[in-house]
């Protein structure tokens, strides 16, 4: 069944749909490559505040969990009953704190919300420092959002809890790269192999600044762990330099080939894959960046070509490629709430509240 106004994906051999029609199959993970639980189980007791904490391994099972949580019912078996989640969101959101209060949700975990600073004592002048403190006696993890980078080592001072940072300024955002891998994966699930051919290699195109970009710099990071599967990244930025000092020293040192370019129609006819971003946060504001690059359902697309955007979008992106087979941005949001589900039950060590039949992980016993 494919839904009215949204068919992002063709039935062939590379992207088969899942079975209501509408993103890619998540089975596809699965297929002779059961879960490896021991890998998994790093992350118990474990806060997640950079990317930088994964490796190729542990992003992979990670997906491969959320593919199986994405294509199995298990509410039944209540994984997070008993546990509070805490949402701290002290910037605004759509997607990120409510895909994780979905996810908390759908597991039967409960949750405590924080939807603006201004409900805090930071409207009276406390401390992060303080707050994280008061959260060890509310909850069992916080997931917390800042408008400041420094926010997330603020409140880690007193917290005693696992913390996963859903984004801090223009600093990271982990969990927005799992689900943009997790979306990558599900739609072409040879990248995640060590041998890719050159045939199926992609070129990605990075609409965005990567050094002053959250998402994009997690994108980013994590894509270094699949330079298998990477002909090349073109980084496309109205700033003489977007990826700073750092990104591009990581970016040398993986042996990917990559250029910088001012203008998208140089390369956008060759692109597998498009990342697209416009939001820059700053302190308390953003400001758009790099948002005279726009694409729509006329832009010179390849026909295979895939488009990301972690959202929101403003006009970089436009309504025209919601219904085309070019959209991917719809599943990554989408896919989101299954990578924060199989993140909280491995932080939680919740492993065993899943039914065993349908969920069969490989403990390597
Ligand atoms: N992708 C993302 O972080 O979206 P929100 O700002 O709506 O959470």
Known sequence: MVKD????????????LDSEGLYPDPGRLLREDPIDLNILKRLVGQSILSVDQFDKALVLEVCKFAALLESTEIAANHPLDGKIIITAFFEASTRTRLSFESAVLRLDGKIISIPTGMVTGVAK?????????????????????HTETTAVEEISRNLRLPMINAGNGSGEHPTQALADWFAILKWKPRLKE?????????????????????????????????RSGIRRITIVSEMADPLGPELEGLLRESGIAFQLSNDINEVLS???????????????????????????????????????????????????????HHNLYFTQAHGAVFIRQALLISILNRFDRLPQKEIPLNTGN
């Open 5 to 16: 106004g949204l068919v992002p994906h063709n039935t062939t051999e590379e992207n088969p």
């Open 125 to 145: 002048g406390e401390s992060l420092s303080d707050i994280g403190e008061m959260f060890n006696a509310y909850g069992d993890l916080v997931v917390i959002r």
């Open 194 to 226: 060590d041998r890719v051919s050159e045939a199926h290699q992609i070129h990605l195109g990075i609409l965005g600044t990567p050094g002053s970009m959250r998402a994009v710099n997690s994108f980013l990071r994590t894509t270094l762990l699949f």
């Open 270 to 324: 060759d692109l597998d894959v498009i990342y697209m971003n416009s939001i820059a946060f700053l302190g308390d504001s953003y400001k758009t960046l790099d948002s005279r690059y726009k694409l729509n359902a006329d832009s010179n697309l390849k026909p295979d070509a895939v488009v990301l955007h972690p959202l929101a979008r403003l006009d970089e992106l436009d309504p025209t490629l919601d219904g085309t």
